[in-house]
């Protein structure tokens, strides 16, 4: 399959937008001299101005005061989790007395608000810069609907000071997670040797400048009386807003030109689940600054539906009025964010009233919830406990792919008292029909190393009117087909005009040879594209020791740049996990070693730290230090399997085979499991002299994990090796279909006669 010409970028690093924090105190440095503040906008943007002051915009973050406080601190009390809470006005102060990091009880002054509307936080100052989002947050919905209360984010039946989402720890960060979207010209400013924030910005809360840019030299032309449409004093231009006509009589209205990416790239950086370079810039475009995830399981269903928070960029980036040209704006106000028309009028601007708004189409009581375009088309999904969010894909309600897949339907989402089996009947019943849409079945067999379904992904045509980022999605899921065929896929988006399709293909190169890597990949280490270059650097970093001259020095160059962006995340475990990974590729391990003791610094529980390091620990001959770190990790995290696989190969290096068993079959009940952790379980048993028991595991596992190459070839040696042949045909067909040049399998196809039909 040849690769459409489109854009392309994916996902890499640790990364989570939960919240985020920082912190301008007087005595820092004043902000850059080039920002304005917002509030001067009104003179000459009244409406905008006044749209943006009550916005979600306006009120992302707020210095604590009567004006910004929504919750009740008049002496109340609380308690969640066995824990009293106490909210409080102490003079001017907004004061709260909850347990700290230690699980004592102190006493904590509320810096900022974050958010209003329907949950409102409060960033606690704990000294260091540090600002922390407290668990215990404001409903700011009306008392009719559950409204006007306090509530504790999470609902976990145990909940202590050893909760990865307690308050004071890193996940309730908010300089490193949250304020670089809720202010304008954040400067995160952390310090990794002394670990303290000096984070500041030039307003808090989401400014005109956030999105427009410095705004100095807009001023002085409007002083001057000098600003024109050729000349607005802002660098960034404003987005191309395609004009919609309908053409004779079609029911859908199409765009006057070509749509362009100014829009994502205003509001993307925020509206993304990305991980970021540096600190944000409103003139760079999104993809050099920003490392979008992809449609990645646990933060997207197989279909692409919203999972996770991922804040819309993604699911919008897959629909097909996003391909079509519309934009944020389109919809969205820009300074209030709020929607440009209500109800149907909002659709009605691209789709024929007089056809969609009819019950003949929405099959509902006019005027009824299920006549809403968004209920069937953009369903919500809740966060926080209170905080519907709505699907930007505008995908079909799909009761058959429910049925198949597990994930959501719109249908079943409002009718709970009903099942997907009756919603595909009503459909049935309408005349709709099951679709032929391979796109979520494709995700889903990929994920799971199927070479069937990688077979039929080479060769369909059809997968390249997906949108790149669901192809991009399914480019880099190659990485767990280490054959000819998946690298000649990849290799051919290598070249693809999307950012985000030519990330996926690197990524894809994971595991191929380092030789193989430096040929495909070499070439890009000057790509234009920040995310794509970042990529390259971190698929060829092992091959650094072996470069010399020129080649050494275009590495190097890459490289530096790279390690510029991983210690702007050098205050998260991920980050640190990051450059740790890079330092072991590069042959550094004591620096390795210090930036995942620093990642656990961070995060004491952080599972792919403890693993890492004691990894490392392995390599140096050190297994008594490796030890104690996996032990941790599955304290924290039984339900891991890579922790569990990582115990049982301690355990087998120690010499304890029974009990390294016992973790290799725990591996692979857990459901995140790999066709990996069932390849290393059956290589044990087969150790053991349990070969029949690895044979049976290698068929329970096929159908959880189908048509998978390693684990077939596998299969047919033991059933080989045991004279256990009953039903070897049914994997040597798979593999002499996907690999039959090689020798072994062709042995295998001749003394069974069981090849490929």
Not at 41 to 53: F, L
Not at 541 to 567: F, I, K
Request: glycine share 10%; charged share 20%; proline share 6%.
């Amino acid at each position: 399959m040849k690769p459409a010409a489109r854009p392309a970028l994916a996902g890499l690093l640790y990364l989570s937008l939960l919240f985020a924090g920082a912190v301008f105190a007087a005595g820092d440095d004043p902000p850059p001299a080039s920002y304005t503040g917002s509030q001067g906008c009104g003179e000459c943007h009244a409406s905008a101005q006044a749209a943006w002051q009550t916005s979600d915009h306006g009120r992302a973050m707020l210095p604590a005061g009567p004006g910004s406080v929504l919750g009740d601190f008049d002496d109340v009390r609380v308690n969640f989790h066995g824990i009293e809470t106490h909210l409080f006005r102490d003079g001017a102060r907004y004061r709260v007395t909850t347990a700290g990091a230690d699980g004592k009880p102190a006493t904590y002054t509320v810096a900022y608000t974050f958010g209003h509307y329907p949950v409102q936080q409060y960033l606690l100052d704990i000294g260091g810069g540090h600002l922390q989002a407290l668990n215990v947050a404001w409903d700011s919905r009306a008392q009719g609907v559950g409204g006007q209360r306090w509530y504790h984010l999470r609902t976990e039946e145990k909940f202590d000071a050893r909760s990865p989402f307690f308050w004071t720890r890193h996940l309730q960060n908010a300089n490193s997670r949250c304020i670089e979207c809720h202010s304008t010209g954040f400067d995160k400013n952390f310090d990794a040797e002394t670990t303290a924030y000096a984070t500041a910005w030039a307003e808090p809360g989401v400014g005109c400048e956030a999105c427009h840019g410095p705004a100095s030299r807009h001023l002085q032309l409007a002083a001057a009386n000098k600003l024109s449409a050729a000349d607005s004093g802002f660098e960034r231009k404003p987005g191309k807003q395609l004009a919609w006509t309908f053409r004779g009589d079609a029911a859908i209205a199409s765009p006057s030109a070509t749509g362009d990416d100014a829009w994502v790239d205003a509001c993307g950086g925020c509206h993304s689940r990305r991980a970021s370079f540096a600190n944000p810039d409103p003139l760079t475009a999104y993809h050099q600054q920003y490392r979008l995830a992809l449609l990645e399981p646990g933060l997207y269903f197989a279909d692409g539906q919203i999972d996770d928070e991922v804040f819309v960029m993604g699911s919008f980036l897959q629909s097909k009025m996003h391909g079509r040209g519309v934009t944020c704006g389109n919809c969205h106000d820009p300074h209030s964010g709020k929607t440009r028309i209500a109800g149907n009028g909002l659709c009605a601007q691209c789709h024929r009233a007089d056809v969609y708004e009819r019950t003949e189409h929405h099959h509902h009581a006019p005027d009824s919830a299920g006549a809403q375009c968004v209920d069937c088309h953009m369903p919500q999904r809740l966060y926080m406990q209170v905080d519907a969010r709505r699907d930007h894909g505008f995908s079909l309600p799909d009761p058959w792919l429910s049925q198949s897949l597990g994930v959501p339907d719109a249908c079943t989402g409002c009718h709970r008292d009903r099942d997907d089996a009756w919603a595909a009947a009503a459909l049935a019943g309408w005349g709709v029909k099951p679709r032929a849409d391979s796109w979520a079945h494709t995700n889903r067999g990929l994920g799971r190393q199927d070479m069937r379904v990688f077979r039929a992904f080479s060769e369909d045509p059809a997968m390249l009117e997906l949108a790149p980022i669901r192809q991009a999605t399914l480019v880099a899921s190659l990485a767990g087909f280490p054959t000819r065929g998946a690298l000649e896929v990849a290799a051919g988006y290598l070249g693809a005009e999307d950012p985000l399709l030519r990330r996926a293909a690197v990524s894809a190169m994971q595991p191929f040879p380092a030789g193989l890597r430096w040929q495909m990949l070499s070439p890009l280490i000057g790509d234009p594209v920040k995310a794509v270059r970042f990529e390259v650097a971190n698929r060829l970093a092992d091959m650094r020791p072996q470069l010399d001259g020129a080649d050494a020095a275009r590495l190097d160059r890459l490289l530096g740049e790279y390690r510029e962006s991983l210690a702007y995340q050098a205050d998260t475990p991920g980050g640190q996990l990051a450059i740790g990974s890079l330092e072991m590729r590069l042959g550094y391990p004591i620096l390795a070693e210090r930036a995942y003791k620093r990642a656990l610094d961070i995060e004491p529980d952080f599972v792919p730290a403890l693993l890492n390091l004691a990894d490392l620990y392995r390599s140096l001959n050190s297994d008594d230090e490796a030890g104690p770190l996996l032990e941790h990790a599955l304290r924290v995290a039984p339900d891991d399997p890579n922790a569990q696989q990582a115990m049982g190969l301690y355990l087998v290096r120690k010499g304890e085979r029974d009990a390294a068993l016992e973790h290799f079959a725990a591996a692979v009940e857990q459901p995140g499991a790999g066709p990996g952790n069932v390849y290393t379980y059956a290589v044990a048993l087969d150790s053991a002299g349990r070969t029949a028991d690895a044979i049976a595991a290698i068929a329970a596992a096929s159908k959880r994990f189908p048509n998978t190459l390693e684990l077939y070839y596998l299969q047919v040696s033991y059933m080989d090796k045991s004279g256990n042949t009953i039903g070897i045909n049914k994997y040597l067909s798979l593999l002499d279909e996907v690999a039959g040049n090689n020798p072994r399998i062709r042995a295998w196809v001749e003394k069974y006669g069981g090849g490929a039909k």
